[in-house]
């Protein structure tokens, strides 16, 4: 393992946050808190920083699970299976979840909400780390133990929700209350599902190749495909949004596809070029090299399905089997139609026309980060 040399939190700071290279995922917190060591916290700006410097043990590990620090490469592709081009893929499809409360709320086909509902239902997690809209503009993460915050959860929400700070608190939280929770359910361990973007899901593994908390207690990951993520007030500033007089309070939906989507209640969609949303994107996801959230169990995207569907890369084994259950148990449905239910050779073709297009946008996301990051190392 490639160790750096006491490399601390001062290390982290100069050479990835300094550099505006953090995408805020939390990580590094969250191993802080959750081992109950306290040296650091999110600050306001959604950033972290120390909270109280003396308690720093210089153990490093803050610096090594960062996903911004690519060390741990090697060990991480080992551990979860990845090849190339865009990592483990056991099948992909086009799906979407059966329940038409779930449909309603979701961004694409409610896959994710769907897959999480029946993990949550048949006892495989007792919750799942998901990001819920606290109001216009606002998210946070929480962990939803039951179907109605599940569903409140549900559909995308386009800037960085610092996933990985909460674990860590939660964690610490139950962890305070261990000794009740024993009293009730002798055997209970605590099992969540996370949700995440490429950023978040690579912290979680790092976490778990140095076996570390709190990644013990993450038992499932369902990763999103994200090209960038932004803020949705600093898109009042583009010239598109004076152009043609759009008030973001007027959006109902916002997705990404090949193009940025935004679904306005009077019934218009705008498709707004992912070019000129990129002008806004966090400096940190123009240096970010994963599209298809490749140590995902099950990845998920609008990429390549039609509207009211979803993009679903099944990864893992452990992907494989909860997806198959999740359709045999009337949660979730594969879309029959092009290619699907239709033969073989149909089926192939469908699967490679997909592939092909996840294989397009990932390359597209490495080349772009690889020139951003060659450009700061000039
Ligand atoms: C920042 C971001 C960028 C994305 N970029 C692309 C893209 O370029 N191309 C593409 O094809 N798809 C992209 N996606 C994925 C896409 O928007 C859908 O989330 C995905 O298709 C799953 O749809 P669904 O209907 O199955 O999910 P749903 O059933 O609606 O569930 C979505 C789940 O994701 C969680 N979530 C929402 N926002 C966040 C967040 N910021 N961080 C962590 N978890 C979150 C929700 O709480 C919910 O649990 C992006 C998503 C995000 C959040
Ligand atoms: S104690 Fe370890 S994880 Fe916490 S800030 Fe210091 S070096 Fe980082
Ligand atoms: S672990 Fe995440 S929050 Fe911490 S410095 Fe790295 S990118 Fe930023
Ligand atoms: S583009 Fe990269 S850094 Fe930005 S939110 Fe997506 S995965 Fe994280």
Redo the contacts with the bound molecule.
Sequence with gaps: MKLKEKASFDNLLKEVVERKLCNRCGGCVSFCSADRIGALEMGKDGFPRYANREKCLECGICYLVCPQTHNLREEVREKFGWSEPVGLCQDVLSARATDPE?QKA????????GL?LFMLESGLIDGAV???QTGFFDRRAVVATSREALLS??????A??S?LEHVGSEYSTYVSIIPTIRELAPKSVIKLAV???PC?IEAIRKMQVLRILPADVVTFAVG????Q?FALNELMEKEFARKHQMDMRDVAKV???DDFVLKMKSGITMHIPLDEVETIARPACLACVDFANVYADIA????GSPDGY??TLIRTIGGKRVFTEAVRRGYIEERRGEGRGKGREAERAERARILGLIEAASEKKRARGEKRLSQLKA
């Design positions: 779930v979701a961004t694409d086909g409610g896959v994710v909400t999480l998901v990001s819920e959860a549900a559909g995308s929400h386009w960085e929700t996933h949700v995440g973007t978040q999103l495909f994200c090209m993520s997705n990404i596809k998920a995207g609008g990429l979803t993009t």
